[in-house]
C-alpha cells in the first residue's frame, strides 16, 4: 500500500480511483463498513482505493486546544486500512490555510486535480471544506460537475457497547476512559492498543519480582481508566500475555500517570527504548493503595492469575 504526506507525495502519473476522506480514528466497525464498501466500488471500477485523512486531527485547528484522545496512530490506521484492500493513504497536513478552502475548492483541489476520483464513498454525516460548509448533497453536486459519482454508506452499528448507542470514535474514547474495554472492543472489532517507547521508571516492579515495561504513550493517546488490566505486550514480533497497569502507583504516592505491562511468565526482557504496543483486553480491577508491601504484592499475584486466565480464555475461544 502507498503512503503519501500531502498532495505533492501522489505521483504525477497518478490515474482514476475511488476515494473516501474522513479522519477515520480507530478505524472501526462503522469505519470499516464504508472504507469497505470503497473499496469493493474500486475493485469494481478496475481502479485503485484511496483513503484521504488528516493530520493533526481537524478539530485541533479550528478550535486549538480541543484535540482529541486519539483511539489509532497514522501509522496504525494505515496498517487497518491496508488490511481491508486499501491500495494508498494520503494524509493531508491540515493547517489554518487548508480549513479556509470552500468545499468547492477542496473537490477541485484534492479529488479533481491530484486523485482524480471516479467515485468518493463517505458516511451520511460527512462534512468539508470551510465550516463543514460541505456535505453528501453538496458532494453529489460537485460530482456532476467533475465527474465524479457518490456513494453513501450507513456507518451507524449499534450493539450493546455504550447501552445501544451508534458505534462511533466519541463512544469508543468515552468507553475507554471509563474503563469498559469490552465495550471498545466491540466497537473497534479488536481490542484497544497503546503505542509507545519503553523508558526507565523507578524500577519498583522488578524489585517486587514483577518487572514491568514502561511505555512513554505517544501525544494524545486515548489510555484507559485507571486500574489492572488483562491484555497482550508487543514487542520484537512477539505478542506476550500481559497484566498491565494504568496509573498513578499510589503504594508510593507517586503523582505522574504511567502504562506499564508486565509479560507474564517472561523473564530476562530488555524492551529499553523499543517501539512497543499495549493491547487492552479486560479490566481486572481499580487502582489502590494496600496497607502493606506484602498485601500488594499478593493482589499482584492475583491479578497475574486473573490476566493470565483471560487472555487464555479469549484466545481458546478464538480457536
Avoid: C
Avoid at 482514476?16 to 470499516?32: C, E, K, L, N
Avoid at 493517546?221 to 491484555?231: F, M, R
Amino acid at each position: 500500500m502507498q503512503r503519501w504526506r500531502g498532495l505533492e507525495d501522489i505521483p504525477q502519473d497518478w490515474g482514476r480511483s475511488v476515494v473516501t476522506i474522513g479522519s477515520y480514528d480507530g478505524v472501526h466497525r462503522g469505519h470499516q463498513l464504508i472504507i469497505g464498501r470503497a473499496v469493493a466500488r474500486a475493485r469494481e471500477l478496475g481502479v485503485p482505493a484511496v483513503v484521504v485523512t488528516f493530520d493533526p486531527h481537524p478539530s485541533e485547528v479550528v478550535r486549538p486546544g480541543s484535540h482529541p484522545p486519539l483511539l489509532a496512530p497514522h501509522h496504525r490506521r494505515a496498517e487497518l486500512m491496508a488490511d481491508l484492500g486499501v491500495d494508498a493513504v494520503l494524509i493531508l497536513p491540515f493547517t489554518t490555510e487548508f480549513s479556509k478552502l470552500s468545499p468547492a475548492d477542496f473537490v477541485v483541489k484534492v479529488l479533481v486535480d491530484k486523485l482524480h476520483a471516479k467515485a468518493v464513498v463517505e458516511g451520511p454525516n460527512f462534512r468539508f471544506g470551510h465550516r463543514a460548509a460541505g456535505n453528501v448533497e453538496v458532494l453529489a453536486e460537485l460530482g456532476e460537475t467533475y465527474d465524479y459519482e457518490v456513494e453513501v454508506v450507513d456507518l451507524y452499528v449499534s450493539g450493546a457497547a455504550g447501552g445501544g448507542e451508534p458505534f462511533s470514535s466519541t463512544l469508543t474514547r468515552r468507553l475507554i476512559a471509563e474503563g469498559d474495554l469490552a465495550g471498545a472492543h466491540e466497537i473497534l472489532g479488536r481490542p484497544h492498543r497503546v503505542e509507545g517507547v519503553v523508558v526507565r521508571g523507578a524500577q519498583r516492579g522488578r524489585e517486587l519480582g514483577f518487572p514491568t515495561a514502561n511505555v512513554e504513550t505517544l501525544p494524545h493517546t486515548a489510555i484507559p481508566a485507571d486500574g489492572v488490566y488483562a491484555g497482550w505486550l508487543h514487542a520484537q514480533g512477539e505478542a506476550m500475555p500481559a497484566a498491565i497497569s494504568v496509573g498513578t502507583n499510589p503504594q508510593f504516592d507517586g503523582t505522574e500517570r504511567t502504562v506499564e505491562a508486565y509479560a507474564i511468565d517472561r523473564v530476562g526482557l530488555d524492551l529499553y527504548g523499543l517501539h512497543v504496543a499495549v493491547d487492552f483486553l479486560a479490566f481486572v480491577r481499580g487502582q489502590a493503595k494496600f496497607e502493606s508491601i506484602e498485601a500488594l504484592l499478593v493482589a499482584i499475584g492475583d491479578d497475574v492469575k486473573q490476566a493470565r486466565a483471560l487472555v487464555e480464555g479469549y484466545e481458546a475461544d478464538r480457536g
